[in-house]
């Protein structure tokens, strides 16, 4: 799962934690609360986005491609090339929704949505 | 990457920080410190254990392939298929040396010390 030429980019889980997220226009669509891995590979699931700031009841999440995320050193933030519009018809998530089957829905529709290419083939 | 059946275990980050670590003879060897995530694919490089408990001034790190963590219900921890002669032998880092070369020597080190089959092939 590496490029082709081997190389990685190696980023601890609690560095992004708390990462910042735009969108193309520059504005401010959120942070990264966490990051969903699957205990039964070696894959990242998706990121998990919060999109209300802070965690509270009520507050929904969207679950992100981990490969969208383009981390731009100007802004201090995440990247992702999706539209305004793309965002707010992306399906969003209680907390507890996000884990339920395993996550297994949550991310096939989160990759679904975006149209990003499965990493799981 | 998911299994045959193609199940998916999902796990957020934030909870797999901080979870404590034991040994196949149920001696407590650290807890996760963090966990190396590839920027470049969707792959987890490995899980950092500390070994002293606390971070501070000239406290060494271990990588360990995440697929060899089994969560222990009954202990509340990981446990891993290791003796303590392997994990004493083991290489350790300082934290920068985690994210040196972009974890890629830090990675191969411990799948071929802990003789885990890469994934990234």
Do not use: C
């Not at 519009?85 to 395993?102: F, G, I, M, R």
């Amino acid at each position: 799962m590496t490029t082709v030429t081997g190389h990685t980019e190696a980023i601890p889980a609690s560095r992004v934690i708390g990462t910042k997220v735009y969108n193309t226009a520059g504005e401010s669509i959120g942070s990264i609360e966490d990051v969903m891995l699957d205990k039964t590979s070696n894959g990242i699931m998706f990121a998990v986005i919060g999109f209300g700031g802070f965690l509270g009841i009520g507050e929904r999440y969207h679950a992100i491609p981990w490969s969208t995320l383009d981390y731009d050193k100007s802004r201090g933030g995440y990247v992702v090339p999706f539209s305004t519009e793309q965002l707010k018809a992306a399906p969003s998530y209680s907390v507890n929704e996000l884990t339920e089957d395993d996550g297994q829905s949550v991310r096939d529709a989160s990759f679904q949505h975006y149209r990003v290419e499965p990493y799981w083939h």
